[in-house]
Structure formats: structure tokens, C-alpha cells
């Protein structure tokens, strides 16, 4: 029973700063690829960063280029967002995405519950 806790959502004034973490538990025996989504209200999800397994290869949504940082720590099985300079259009429901090996299923993709990030102007 592999799970995705997410923290860090909330409330934040344009210009302002946020960090989303999202952690892993269970019986894993790997974690690779990462990757974070969100979805607006009304709107479909969409991929906004992901990072590979050696860290050190991430791929960004261009509208968040320059703004946002992704990040992970291998020995803490945990993933980071680091998000500055946020915009109204940023408002969304952020959800945390991995593709976890367990001793049963070499690779699954697994979801988080998803946390809220509200931007103000």
C-alpha cells in the first residue's frame, strides 16, 4: 500500500511565494520518474514540472518557466515544488504523480490526493 502525502497549499498574494511537498510511503523498492499536475477549476489537468530519478533532469510548462523549481530528495522518498513569483492564473488544485516499484509491481504510477493553491490579486 504505496501513498502520496501532499502539504504545503494555501493562500498567497500575487508575487508571492509557495512550497509543495509531496511524500511517499509504503513498501517501495524504487521511485522514478516524478511529476507535478494541476487543474484549475473548470479546466483540465496539466503536467507542470517532472524530474527524473537521478534528480538532475526536469522538464517544465512554459508558463511557469523561470518561476518554478522542482525538486527531490531520494533519501527521503519526498518531492518538491518550489513556486515564486505566483500569479493569479497559478490557482489550482496541485497534485503529486511518481512511478513507484514495489516487491510485488516493478512500476505503477501513483496520485496524490491533491492540495489547493490559491492565488490572489
Known amino acids: 500500500q504505496v501513498q502520496l502525502v501532499e502539504s504545503g497549499g494555501g493562500l498567497v498574494q500575487a508575487g508571492g511565494s509557495l512550497r509543495l511537498s509531496c511524500s511517499a510511503s509504503?513498501?517501495?523498492?524504487?521511485?522514478?520518474?516524478m511529476g507535478w499536475y494541476r487543474q484549475p477549476p473548470g479546466k483540465q489537468r496539466e503536467l507542470v514540472a517532472a524530474?527524473?530519478?537521478?534528480?538532475?533532469?526536469?522538464d517544465y510548462l512554459d508558463s511557469v518557466k523561470g518561476r518554478f523549481t522542482i525538486s527531490r530528495d531520494n533519501a527521503k522518498n519526498t518531492m518538491y515544488l518550489q513556486m515564486n513569483s505566483l500569479k493569479p492564473e497559478d490557482t489550482a488544485v496541485y497534485y503529486c504523480?511518481?512511478?513507484?516499484?514495489?516487491?510485488?509491481?516493478?512500476?505503477?504510477?501513483?496520485w496524490g490526493k491533491g492540495t489547493l493553491v490559491i492565488v490572489s490579486s
Open positions: 524530474i527524473n530519478s537521478d534528480g538532475l533532469t526536469t
Open positions: 504523480n511518481a512511478e513507484i516499484g514495489t516487491p510485488d509491481y516493478h512500476g505503477m504510477d501513483y
Open positions: 509504503g513498501s517501495i523498492s524504487s521511485i522514478d520518474a
